[in-house]
């Protein structure tokens, strides 16, 4: 099957994407977006078998970003030219980070050194720069203040730079496909992004706002029009699967040899001789008819924004593959929808103890399904996320704390009517009789007859398309990307990979979490990448200078 291989520069005149141009399209629309000059080189090149070795080429797309949830979607902002100043109608609280910013108020935010600008915050991420933006954003949010946010925004088309962002669904991600009858953790304007109040956007869709935090779907369709609105359609394509992310190495002793992968062992022996080239990504498009449509492209620097809820996590034990073993929300709902436990007297088992598992709680119980809640950790553990929610913002989830701490089981009682909690226990194994073997932290085991089991204990990033899963990305490169325990690990102001030049990670892949904090990557990510176009374009003017030409 033929694939298409698109290989663009900075060079030339920019134009717009056309807005009615349909999936499937994206080598016309790089066509129209480097313009007709190289429009016609790139017409130009033939169709190439998957097989066939691709031709040596220096030109390439500067950035292509996998992932179109709001980390992507925010890169894909600022990389558009939007720049944040400081505003002259407000002032931030901390008196210190204030200063810093009246010091180069001429400079957007991009402009500036954001080490300098971090030195001394502190909040709720461990990325420095995730915590500047985030403070700059929602001033002293923490503390329960509902403070304007001190920047202001500047669309400067010069300092566009051209990207491409891939996602399997519409914009926003995984926010599609969440449960929608639980409320996001976050406020709706912690989940907003920079230029468009959610507060606004929400008003013209509804009448009444009750509270401040809002269903998962509003979120989705909220990025989904951001991106419209914003003026960034042209960067995005939908269904689109990543299958392979490599780099290219050039062989320095042949002037026109072709890129190719160079296996590790290889490069390990003779490093010397190769030089890092471009990133090759592969891929397909699913177009309406269902049909797979391969492509290739190739870029300078790739960003990995996927999030983090591509594979849920499994127990690993004995029949957790029995179809009525659950893995997430949307199938546990969907089961619940259908009507597949309605009338069954045997309990739903929940393993887990995040929000997560709690959302699960409250939807077996709000449909009078009865609940064995099984989890490892002891109720007065202080990690327990319960613990960081205020009652009264989180009255649902400390409902579900309430029933973990009072309706434990004991040996000599039954299990309860509607929810009983088993802390400091585990699975041991599922049965085909749909039983389930508990097991204690004192060892004692017990065996349940259920009607479903929900395991909900967090999730892995599909990497799939990396060499060794993406793990050697990781601060433990042994162990598989998570976004607590083993994140990618990245400079802390750049969000370059440590490991890996011109890759950029953001989001839950660096332990971002929340959206208030992920848009601190997309700041760090352009800031790096706006700086090294600088340095280029000035290498440039210098050489061309020598030459006489300049």
């Not at 929940?350 to 959302?359: E, F, K, M, Y």
């Not at 599922?430 to 060892?443: A, N, R, V, Y």
Request: with cysteine.
């Amino acid at each position: 099957m033929p694939v298409w291989c698109c290989r663009c520069s900075l060079a030339g005149h920019f134009r717009n994407y056309s807005d009615t141009e349909t999936e499937g399209e994206i080598f016309n629309s790089l066509v129209q977006y480097f313009g007709d000059n190289l429009g016609q080189k790139v017409k130009a090149m033939p169709l190439v078998e998957e097989t066939s070795l691709l031709e040596d080429s220096s030109v390439t797309l500067p950035v292509v970003i996998i992932g179109n949830g709001p980390s992507g979607i925010c890169l894909s902002y600022m990389l558009s030219g939007y720049r944040p100043y400081l505003s002259s109608e407000t002032i931030h609280p901390n008196t210190i980070l204030h200063s810093k910013l009246e010091e180069a108020r001429h400079l957007s935010i991009v402009d500036q050194d954001l080490e300098y600008l971090s030195e001394g915050l502190e909040g709720r991420s461990s990325n420095p720069v995730a915590v500047l933006f985030d403070t700059l954003l929602h001033p002293d949010a923490d503390f329960g203040y509902d403070y304007p946010s001190i920047l202001h925004w500047k669309l400067e088309q010069h300092h566009y730079i051209p990207h491409l962002v891939l996602g399997k669904g519409p914009p926003g991600g995984a926010w599609h496909n969440m449960e929608g009858s639980m409320l996001t953790i976050s406020f709706g304007n912690w989940m907003e992004l920079p230029g468009l109040k959610f507060k606004d956007w929400i008003s013209s869709k509804r009448r009444n706002l009750k509270g401040d935090r809002v269903m998962p779907e509003e979120i989705a369709r909220y990025y989904k029009h951001y991106v419209k609105v914003m003026g960034l359609q042209k960067n995005f394509r939908e269904n689109t699967y990543i299958t392979s992310v490599s780099r290219l190495y050039r062989d320095q002793d042949e002037n026109d040899s072709q890129d190719s992968d160079i296996s590790t062992k290889h490069l390990q022996t003779e490093k010397s001789k190769f030089v890092k080239r471009n990133w090759e990504i592969r891929g397909y498009q699913r177009i309406a008819d269902g049909s797979h449509v391969p492509f290739c492209l190739f870029a300078e620097n790739v960003a990995l924004a996927t999030g983090t809820l591509d594979s849920p996590a499994h127990l690993e034990i004995e029949g957790e593959d029995f179809p009525f073993v659950f893995h997430s929300m949307p199938e546990f709902g969907a089961a619940i929808s259908k009507g597949k436990l309605h009338g069954r007297v045997d309990p739903v088992l929940i393993v887990g103890s995040g929000l997560t598992a709690a959302d699960a709680v409250l939807c077996a119980y709000n449909n009078n399904i009865p609940v064995i809640h099984v989890f490892r950790r002891r109720v007065t553990d202080p990690s327990l996320i319960f613990k960081q929610l205020p009652k009264k913002l989180y009255p649902e989830y400390h409902k579900v704390y309430h029933m973990m701490c009072t309706q434990i089981y004991s040996a000599d009682s039954n299990l309860l009517s509607d929810y009983t909690s088993f802390p400091e226990h585990h699975v041991l194994s599922f049965k085909s009789d749909m039983k389930c073997i508990l097991q204690s932290i004192s060892g004692l085991k017990k065996i349940f007859k259920l009607s479903a089991a929900v395991v909900l204990i967090g999730s892995h990033p599909n990497l799939s398309f990396l060499k060794e899963q993406g793990c050697y990305l990781g601060h433990n490169s042994s162990q598989p990307i998570t976004c607590k325990g083993n994140p990618v690990e990245i400079d802390a102001y750049t969000y370059e990979c440590v490991k890996e030049a011109n890759l950029f990670a953001l989001g839950p892949l660096v332990g971002d979490n929340f959206v208030r904090f992920l848009k601190g990557g997309a700041l760090g990510v352009t800031r790096c990448l706006a700086t090294r176009q600088k340095k280029k374009q000035h290498l440039i003017v210098e050489r061309g200078g020598e030459d006489g030409v300049a």
